[in-house]
C-alpha cells in the first residue's frame, strides 16, 4: 500500500467511524429516556419499591427550606429504602403518578393544535390542554406528554408518560393544582386513533374526570393511549 492508498483508507475509515458514533448517539438521545425509565420501573419491581406522595404541608415546609428534590433516581432505586418519596415539582400544577415513580410540571392552557406552541411545552413537561377544565371542577382535565416533530425526538418528548402502558384499573394518580391535591383512581385504558378528539371535544362537560395521553406503541406516533381515571 503507497503513501497516497494509506492516506485514502484513514479517512475512509475515519468518516465510517464518525458515522457509526453519530447513529448510536441518535440512538441513544432518542430512545435513551424511555430505556431508562423501563429499567428503573422494572428495577422498583424486582425490589418491590413502593413510592409515597409528600403532603402540601411537607412540601411547602421543605420549599421553604430549599430542599426540594427531583424524584428518586438510580441509586435510591437499586440499594435505597423501598419506601421512596415522591415530590410535586410545582404544587401550582403538576402531576404524579406512584406506580411509575413519575413526577411532572404541568404547563397550563397549551393548544394541541399549535405544533410549536406543544413542543415547546413538552421539553418542560406535560402538557395541560387549553379548552379543557382544571382538577376539581366539572369536566374533564385533558393532560398530554405525547407529540414530537420528527421520529427521532419520539424519546425527547414522550418520555414523561412513557410507562402509562403499565398502569392498571385501581392505580392512584395524584394532580396538585393551586395548592391543592386531588386524587384520581385508573378506571380505563383506551387505544385510538391520532384524529380521535372525542375526550377533547366533550371536555366542558359531564363529571370531573381526568384523562392522560401518550403516543401508542411506546416510541412512535401512530396511535393514542389514553388513561382515563375519576377522582377517587
Not at 55 to 66: L, R, Y
Not at 72 to 82: E, H, R, W
Not at 134 to 156: C, E, I, K, M, Q
Not at 183 to 212: C, H, M, W
Request: proline share 4%; aromatic share 10%.
Amino acid at each position: 500500500m503507497n503513501h497516497k492508498e494509506a492516506v485514502k483508507f484513514v479517512v475512509v475509515r475515519s468518516i465510517g467511524n464518525f458515522l457509526l458514533l453519530m447513529s448510536i448517539y441518535g440512538v441513544i438521545a432518542t430512545f435513551g429516556p424511555a430505556v431508562t425509565a423501563e429499567i428503573k420501573f422494572k428495577i422498583a419491581q424486582i425490589r418491590g419499591v413502593h413510592y409515597e406522595v409528600q403532603s402540601v404541608k411537607a412540601q411547602t415546609e421543605e420549599k421553604k427550606d430549599e430542599k426540594i428534590n427531583s424524584t428518586p433516581g438510580f441509586a435510591d432505586i437499586l440499594t435505597g429504602s423501598k419506601e421512596q418519596i415522591l415530590i410535586a415539582k410545582d404544587t401550582d400544577f403538576s402531576i404524579l403518578i406512584p406506580k411509575i415513580g413519575a413526577s411532572s410540571k404541568v404547563i397550563p392552557n397549551v393548544d394541541p393544535t399549535n405544533e410549536t406552541e406543544f413542543l415547546d411545552a413538552l421539553k418542560h413537561g406535560v402538557a395541560h390542554a387549553k379548552g379543557s377544565v382544571f382538577p376539581g371542577l366539572s369536566g374533564t382535565t385533558y393532560l398530554f406528554a405525547h407529540s414530537a416533530d420528527n421520529w427521532w425526538n419520539v424519546g425527547r418528548y414522550n418520555a414523561v408518560f412513557y410507562l402509562l402502558k403499565d398502569l392498571s384499573t385501581g392505580d392512584e394518580i395524584i394532580v396538585f393544582f393551586d395548592g391543592k391535591r386531588h386524587n384520581y383512581i385508573v378506571t380505563q385504558k383506551v387505544i385510538s386513533d391520532p384524529t380521535d378528539i372525542s375526550f377533547l371535544s366533550q371536555a366542558q362537560s359531564g363529571e370531573e374526570r381526568l384523562v392522560l395521553q401518550t403516543c401508542w406503541p411506546p416510541g412512535t406516533t401512530w396511535k393514542r393511549l389514553y388513561i382515563l381515571a375519576e377522582p377517587k
